[in-house]
């Protein structure tokens, strides 16, 4: 069972910046960190959760949704087992519970974190 532990939320002014950082560990038998795509979600009060940024799982390939691109970042340390989302230029409509997701799709399970607030205000 992947264990997700997410830390970096809190509060910002709109236009400043955040890094989000998530570390995983117990791994299933075989396999490694970078053997899982790793994915950035979130979701604000009333509103489903929703796909924020993801990276493939030897970080090869990236997805954003459109209303951060360009703005929001996301990396990956295979080493460290970590995976990060540097969040530039906030919004206030970027306020949410943030959620990392680490996923194997060819064998069809996934595992999520506890949530970290972020909220952008003035």
């Known amino acids: 069972q992947v264990q997700l532990v997410e830390s970096g939320g809190g509060l910002v002014q709109p236009g400043g910046s955040l890094r989000l950082s998530c570390t995983a560990s117990?791994?299933?038998?075989?396999?490694?960190?970078?053997?899982?795509?790793m994915s950035w979600y979130r979701q604000a009060p009333g509103e489903e959760r929703e796909l924020v940024a993801a990276?493939?799982?030897?970080?090869?390939?990236?997805n954003y949704a459109d209303s951060v691109k360009g703005r929001f970042t996301i990396s990956r340390d295979n080493r460290k087992n970590t995976v990060t989302l540097q969040m530039n230029n906030l919004k206030p409509e970027d306020t949410a519970v943030y959620y990392c997701?680490?996923?194997?799709?060819?064998?069809?399970?996934?595992?999520w974190g506890q949530g970290t607030q972020v909220t952008v205000s003035s």
């Open positions: 990276m493939t799982s030897f970080g090869h390939g990236t």
């Open positions: 997701k680490a996923a194997r799709p060819h064998i069809g399970d996934s595992y």
């Open positions: 117990g791994f299933a038998p075989g396999y490694m960190f970078s053997n899982y795509v």
